[in-house]
C-alpha cells in the first residue's frame, strides 16, 4: 500500500520554529522527488519546498532563508524544517510525491492527508 503520512504540526507562537516529518512506505523512496505543500483557509494550494530523488532542493519565495526542506533514505521520511514562523503561515501542510515509472517500477501520484500547522499568540 503506497502511504504518505505527516505528523508533527501544531500550534506555535509567532517566531518560533516546527519541523514535519512525512513518512513514505509502498514506494522505493530514493527514486522519488518529494515535495510539500501547504494551503491555508479561502487560498489555493501552493507548493512551498520540493527535494529532488538526489537531493537538489527549491523553496517558494515566501518561505526561503526560513525553512529547509531534508530527506533521510535510509528512514523513508521527508522533513521540513520551519523556523521563524508567521501567522501567514498557518495553513494544513501535506506532503506529495509525483508518479514514478523507471523500467518495471511504476507508482502513481499520492498526497498525505495533511497535518494542520497554526502560527498564533
Known amino acids: 500500500q503506497v502511504q504518505l503520512v505527516e505528523s508533527g504540526g501544531g500550534l506555535v507562537q509567532p517566531g518560533g520554529s516546527l519541523r514535519l516529518p512525512c513518512a513514505a512506505s509502498?514506494?522505493?523512496?530514493?527514486?522519488?522527488?518529494m515535495d510539500w505543500y501547504r494551503q491555508a483557509p479561502g487560498k489555493e494550494r501552493e507548493l512551498v519546498a520540493g527535494?529532488?530523488?538526489?537531493?537538489?532542493?527549491n523553496y517558494a519565495d515566501s518561505v526561503r532563508g526560513r525553512f529547509t526542506i531534508s530527506r533521510d533514505n535510509a528512514k523513508n521520511t521527508v522533513y521540513l524544517q520551519m523556523n521563524s514562523l508567521k501567522p501567514e503561515d498557518t495553513a494544513v501542510y501535506s506532503c506529495?510525491?509525483?508518479?514514478?515509472?523507471?523500467?518495471?517500477?511504476?507508482?502513481?501520484?499520492?498526497w498525505g492527508q495533511g497535518t494542520q500547522v497554526t502560527v498564533s499568540l
Open positions: 506529495n510525491t509525483k508518479a514514478v515509472s523507471i523500467a518495471h517500477y511504476w507508482r502513481p501520484e499520492v
Open positions: 509502498g514506494i522505493i523512496f530514493n527514486l522519488h522527488a
Open positions: 527535494i529532488t530523488a538526489g537531493g537538489s532542493t
